[in-house]
């Protein structure tokens, strides 16, 4: 009963904070110079072409009109036709956006399981060589941008040493599996053609570290912060002293309260890397809504460029709830509270 | 009145004393003091570059076809780039655009941001406070660099227009963070006097709340002098902060992207100052907030 109150209070937030945006989405689309029509049509088309046009995208009535129509719009899933592509917006959207989540997933799970070893390792072997070197690591991975790891990494293993493929999401030679999905990884498994599973997973590697680098770096950070801190405590104490091994105190324990911090920064960090898979496509090809996003941003395609942040903004949304409900799941004081559970 | 205002001597000796163990416990910690240096470095680099720069005329659109993709050699320490230009002195100039880009950001958000966050915490609770932390949570909704990416795009592309759409993203995080502080300070029982004798609004917030939330504010800003050159190089990199053929940090990588791997100098050695330059202001940071910390206790 209370997860449900809960999850209520928080898609009601949300809902709020996704028509702000789209407030804000429309203002910044609005503020553009010139003719959206004219951008539209090209610099050759005559005239009326453009008159029409106006007419059809409501660009002659007031901006509060204009606001209600796009909104009524998009709520019904049309964006409007992409000035670049020539297409419905949305059916790009679909087309690149597995590519993207896929991306984003994979550098979820390297940035919470690797973060979180590295993390319970350091803190395990506080101030010994181990630490420090995990500790350089994250400093480094938290101050270098993913398009400068995503660089280096294209340099160093795709290029020099040749071992990954450098762009893309699967070799030429290979056909894509028949989309469920869209990611290839999981409709390859699907399919059962491990061939394919396998080829996808590798081209999934190098952009998908470069991405996780960053957010992997913090993740070490605070669970190594809350576990030693937590190491201290005295229930740890009252259990070393009845005897109990340092293995099962560290999983049974120790991993559980400490995580609560780490996955609620895993929750924003996963936002960031959507954030930063705009550069990180781009470097690797990587046929995803970021890269189309930037290809929208640079040929101002406003239709493009208001679908994608909308869209990054409801993944974002639902993520930030999935991740207090998995919290509120592992700390009963969330959990129980009343009020604003963040 | 506020303790501050007694009497002058005696609170400047104070001051220097504060300092002297500030700067004790900030120097206790390397990694600081290596900050402190990096930082110190990057903004003498910055601000003599034509001085210290090996070739200054290179700064800008500079073509010298003979010396073109040069790997790295003793004339040209971090090789050329497929004009001809030296890599490093581009990188001394590719500071300044870094440097100015954080330092206008932070001007244009700390003051705006701060003033929000004190008023909505001061009003917890009152329709002020839902209407002010609610905005800062749609612009929050988003990662940063996107909504600045999208901004920028609209715009025409350059170094102004950029700074301009970061400063639209940044503001929240200090009215986030101000908020969080102000509305427990509210509770003090300074707040409580000055509130009981008649104290404006304005007084209790800018006098007596403020001044106690200046060292985290402080903190966050040497640490996001880093991060908005991050998202700066990050606009650059697409083509939407610096133009050529000005030296960008971003800008300069992702010129040389398409020349690796054979000239890998090109990009690697800009994108390996923008590390420098975030990991200086990084470990700054991290420093300021243990000095700070420690005083707290």
Request: charged fraction near 15%; include cysteine; aromatic fraction near 10%.
């Amino acid at each position: 009963m209370k997860t449900m109150a809960f999850i209520a209070r928080r898609v009601v937030h949300s809902i709020f904070v996704l028509f702000g945006l789209s407030l804000v989405i429309f203002t910044i689309s609005r503020i553009m110079p010139g003719d959206p029509a004219r951008m539209a049509v090209g610099a050759r088309a005559p005239q009326w072409v453009v008159d029409n046009l106006r007419e059809q995208m409501h660009l002659n009535d007031p901006l509060y009109a204009q606001y209600y129509y796009w909104l009524r719009d998009a709520l019904h899933g049309d964006f409007g036709i992409s000035l670049v592509t020539r297409r419905p917006v949305a059916d790009d959207i679909k087309e690149f956006f597995p590519a993207t989540f896929e991306l984003a997933l994979f550098a979820g799970i390297i940035m919470g399981g690797a973060g979180i070893l590295l993390g319970t390792v350091s803190a395990r072997h506080k101030d010994k060589w181990i630490d420090n070197v995990v500790r350089v690591i994250s400093y480094l991975g938290v101050v270098t941008p993913s398009f400068v790891f995503a660089i280096l990494f294209l340099l160093l293993f795709g290029m020099t040493l040749n071992w990954m493929p450098t762009m893309g999401r699967i070799s030429t030679g290979l056909s894509r599996p028949s989309v469920v999905t869209g990611l290839i990884t999981i409709d390859a498994l699907l399919a059962g053609d491990l061939a394919v599973f396998f080829d996808a997973l590798w081209h999934l590697i190098l952009p998908g570290i470069a991405l996780a680098m960053g957010g992997l770096a913090q993740e070490a950070r605070i669970t190594r912060s809350t576990m030693s801190d937590n190491l201290t405590k005295d229930y740890i104490a009252s259990e070393r002293s009845l005897g109990i091994p340092e293995k099962v105190i560290m999983r049974k324990f120790l991993l559980k309260p400490s995580l609560i911090p780490t996955i609620s920064i895993l929750g924003l960090d996963f936002a960031a890397t959507l954030g930063s898979a705009f550069l990180v496509e781009l470097i690797f090809n990587w046929p995803g809504i970021s890269r189309y996003g930037i290809n929208a941003m640079l040929r101002k395609d406003l239709n493009a460029i208001a679908a994608v942040i909308m869209i990054l903004g409801v993944v974002f949304i639902i993520v930030n709830i999935l991740v207090d409900l998995v919290v509120a799941q592992l700390d009963p004081r969330i959990r129980l509270a009343p009020g604003r559970g963040e | 009145m506020t303790a501050q205002t007694k009497s002058l001597p005696l609170a400047r000796s104070k001051a220097r004393e504060n300092l002297g163990r500030n700067w004790y416990k900030f120097s206790r910690n390397p990694m600081s003091i290596v900050g402190l240096i990096t930082v110190s470095l990057v903004v003498f680099l910055a601000v003599f570059a034509p001085l210290v720069a090996p070739h200054p005329k290179h700064a800008s659109a500079f073509v010298d076809f003979a010396n073109a993709s040069r790997s790295p050699c003793r004339t040209y320490p971090f090789g050329t780039d497929v004009v001809g230009r030296d890599i490093l002195s581009r990188i001394f100039f590719g500071f300044r655009f870094s440097l100015v880009m954080g330092v206008v950001v932070l001007a244009l958000v700390v003051p705006p941001g701060v003033t929000l966050g004190l008023i909505a915490g001061y009003n917890q609770g009152t329709w002020l406070d839902t209407v002010i932390m609610r905005i800062t949570d749609i612009f929050l909704a988003v990662p940063p660099l996107v909504l600045a990416l999208a901004i920028c795009s609209v715009l025409t592309p350059n170094l102004f227009n950029a700074m301009i759409a970061v400063s639209l993203m940044w503001w929240p995080w200090y009215t986030r963070l101000v908020y969080g502080l102000a509305s427990t300070l509210r509770n003090e029982f300074f707040v409580n006097s000055a509130e009981a004798i008649g104290a404006s609004e304005a007084h209790i917030i800018f006098r007596e709340i403020l001044p106690n939330c200046i060292s985290p504010i402080f903190t966050k800003m040497s640490l996001d002098m880093g991060w908005v050159i991050l998202i700066g190089s990050s606009l650059s990199f697409v083509g939407l902060g610096v133009q050529p053929p000005r030296p960008g940090l971003g800008t300069m990588v992702a010129d040389g992207a398409r020349y690796l791997p054979d000239q890998w100098w090109i990009s690697v050695f800009p994108a390996l100052a923008i590390v420098v330059i975030v990991l200086g202001f990084n470990l700054l940071g991290d420093g300021l907030r243990d000095m700070f910390a420690a005083e707290e206790v």
